[in-house]
């Protein structure tokens, strides 16, 4: 199979149970499977939504001729999208494209005062249509256009927006000024939308193939669905982790790619992990304050750094490494120079290195004992990087149902929210107050 799946000598897993484990074992994947096909979540199938790339590939048409490209939006919203720009954008179209993921102002104040406005093509992105970071910059932003001389108007030259099909605020817009839209079907949260507009339009700018793109996940499927449920990478990487979760303790989760081009995708699967597993409450209990904790890394370059914790540091991290057999570019080490480190380099090449130093890692921690599962594609492409996406939000699901917690809802990210809106709202009460005792009386 194009998306290989393998696990350490020392940390088999288990491939035999008792009758009652085998009964538990398959109600679980039954549930799994009438999850992916209900209405309520629509990742899965989503790749194969056909009128979404359509409608992504007109907006794409219209504005192909906009010099920049920044995309706005926070969490699952941006984090897809500029892991698709980074692995695979084609270089002279990647370096005008930009993502505005936080509200810092001092970063903000950098990207807008760098490109030319009536140049840019603005896509906001909130499945709600409210997220409060979002609205924050379409605002300033409005703002930035209006001193550029673009009039309410001539928005619709300059925005376009992906949000909920039916309502929130950003719909509300899209309809009061004609603004072009593209739409985030209802059943598919931020950080599940790889499969969605939200990363189709900037990906379509970067000249990444999204049939491909979408192809690659359509070919893992089978695989992912197989009855045969010990041959089913998916199922097994599942058990693994739970097994290692129940029996030593195991509750963090590194994910490696040994790419630079896939550094983005290790914080996708972060946010993607921590949001679905972290619950405070499972299906049937409250207070239970379950999750696996998900730690960035990539190779080789936290080799020299986070490496050192991994292998000799608390018992209680399992690896997830993705390697990429052949790399398109490379170039051979060898060199002028006598001296022992250059004489070893120079029968090989940069990604001999890369191999070796990634073999190595994998033998050492074999050597201490510690746990990891290894993933493999061929090579990184549109087609490739469509399995992953898809398998890891599944093993995402899988794991909620193991775990017995919602992997769709968010409810302490919620709550940060309100408590900052009532914050907010003190102060704007406090400076009225105080503007009061000056002398001055808000209408």
Same mark, same amino acid.
């Given at each position: 199979m194009?998306f290989?799946?393998?696990?350490?000598?020392?940390?088999k897993?288990?491939?035999?149970?008792?009758?009652?484990?085998?009964?538990?074992?398959?109600?679980?994947?039954?549930?799994?499977?009438?999850?992916?096909?209900?209405?309520?979540?629509?990742?899965?199938?989503?790749?194969?939504?056909?009128e979404?790339?359509?409608?992504?590939k007109?907006?794409?048409?219209?504005?192909r001729?906009?010099?920049?490209?920044?995309?706005?939006?926070?969490?699952?919203?941006?984090l897809?999208?500029?892991?698709?720009?980074?692995?695979?954008?084609?270089?002279?179209?990647?370096?005008?494209?930009?993502?505005? !993921?936080?509200?810092d102002?001092?970063? =903000?104040?950098?990207?807008?005062? %760098?490109?030319k +406005? @009536?140049?840019?093509?603005?896509y /906001?992105?909130?499945?709600?249509?409210?997220?409060?970071?979002?609205?924050?910059i379409?605002?300033?932003?409005?703002?930035?256009?209006?001193?550029?001389?673009?009039?309410?108007?001539?928005?619709?030259?300059?925005?376009?927006?992906a949000?909920?099909?039916?309502?929130?605020?950003?719909?509300?817009?899209?309809?009061?000024?004609?603004?072009?839209?593209?739409?985030?079907?209802?059943?598919?949260?931020?950080?599940?939308?790889?499969?969605?507009?939200?990363?189709?339009l900037?990906?379509?700018?970067?000249?990444?193939?999204?049939?491909?793109?979408?192809?690659?996940?359509?070919?893992?499927?089978?695989?992912?669905?197989?009855?045969?449920?010990?041959?089913?990478?998916?199922?097994?990487?599942?058990?693994?982790?739970?097994?290692?979760? !129940?029996s030593?303790?195991?509750?963090? =989760?590194?994910f490696?790619?040994? %790419?630079?081009? +896939? @550094?983005?995708l290790?914080?996708? /699967?972060?946010?993607?992990?921590?949001?679905?597993?972290?619950k405070?409450?499972?299906?049937?209990k409250?207070?239970?304050?379950?999750?696996?904790?998900?730690?960035?890394?990539?190779?080789?370059?936290?080799?020299?750094?986070?490496?050192?914790?991994?292998?000799?540091?608390?018992?209680?991290?399992?690896?997830?490494?993705?390697?990429?057999?052949?790399?398109?570019?490379?170039?051979?080490?060898?060199?002028?120079?006598?001296?022992?480190?250059?004489?070893?380099?120079?029968?090989?090449?940069?990604?001999?290195?890369?191999?070796?130093?990634?073999?190595?890692?994998?033998?050492a921690l074999?050597?201490?004992?510690?746990?990891?599962?290894?993933f493999?594609?061929?090579?990184?492409?549109?087609?490739?990087?469509?399995?992953v996406i898809?398998?890891?939000?599944?093993l995402?699901v899988?794991?909620g149902?193991?775990l017995?917690?919602?992997?769709?809802?968010?409810?302490?990210?919620?709550?940060?929210?309100?408590?900052?809106?009532?914050?907010l709202?003190?102060?704007?009460?406090?400076?009225?107050?105080?503007?009061?005792?000056?002398?001055?009386?808000y209408?």
């Amino acid at each position: 199979m194009t998306f290989g799946v393998d696990f350490p000598s020392t940390f088999k897993p288990r491939e035999s149970f008792d009758e009652g484990e085998s009964q538990n074992l398959k109600e679980t994947w039954g549930l799994f499977k009438e999850t992916i096909a209900s209405d309520e979540a629509g990742f899965f199938y989503a790749n194969s939504n056909k009128e979404l790339r359509g409608d992504s590939k007109r907006v794409f048409e219209k504005f192909r001729h906009k010099k920049y490209f920044v995309h706005v939006g926070i969490g699952g919203s941006s984090l897809g999208s500029s892991t698709l720009v980074e692995a695979l954008g084609k270089k002279d179209k990647k370096k005008n494209i930009f993502f505005l !993921d936080n509200i810092d102002p001092e970063e =903000t104040y950098d990207l807008l005062s %760098s490109i030319k +406005l @009536k140049e840019t093509l603005f896509y /906001f992105v909130s499945k709600s249509g409210g997220t409060a970071e979002t609205l924050a910059i379409f605002s300033l932003v409005l703002n930035q256009l209006r001193q550029e001389g673009i009039d309410k108007e001539e928005w619709k030259d300059s925005i376009v927006c992906a949000t909920d099909p039916n309502s929130g605020a950003l719909r509300d817009l899209v309809n009061r000024y004609k603004l072009d839209s593209l739409s985030i079907p209802s059943n598919i949260g931020g950080r599940f939308s790889a499969f969605t507009p939200v990363s189709y339009l900037p990906a379509l700018f970067a000249g990444i193939d999204i049939d491909l793109y979408c192809l690659g996940a359509e070919k893992l499927k089978k695989s992912l669905l197989d009855e045969e449920l010990k041959d089913n990478s998916l199922l097994k990487c599942a058990l693994y982790l739970k097994s290692l979760k !129940d029996s030593k303790r195991i509750n963090q =989760t590194v994910f490696m790619p040994y %790419s630079s081009k +896939l @550094k983005l995708l290790s914080s996708w /699967f972060v946010q993607l992990w921590a949001e679905s597993l972290g619950k405070k409450n499972s299906f049937s209990k409250e207070n239970v304050y379950e999750g696996l904790t998900p730690i960035s890394a990539y190779g080789v370059t936290d080799q020299h750094s986070q490496l050192q914790l991994f292998m000799e540091g608390p018992r209680d991290k399992c690896i997830l490494f993705l390697q990429i057999k052949s790399f398109k570019h490379d170039f051979e080490l060898k060199s002028p120079f006598e001296e022992e480190p250059f004489t070893k380099l120079n029968p090989h090449s940069l990604s001999d290195l890369m191999r070796a130093e990634f073999r190595g890692t994998l033998r050492a921690l074999e050597e201490e004992g510690r746990p990891y599962i290894h993933f493999t594609i061929p090579s990184l492409n549109e087609e490739t990087l469509g399995m992953v996406i898809l398998f890891f939000q599944s093993l995402t699901v899988f794991m909620g149902q193991f775990l017995e917690v919602n992997p769709f809802d968010q409810p302490g990210v919620e709550l940060g929210k309100k408590f900052s809106f009532e914050l907010l709202a003190t102060k704007k009460e406090e400076e009225k107050k105080s503007h009061s005792k000056e002398g001055f009386t808000y209408v």
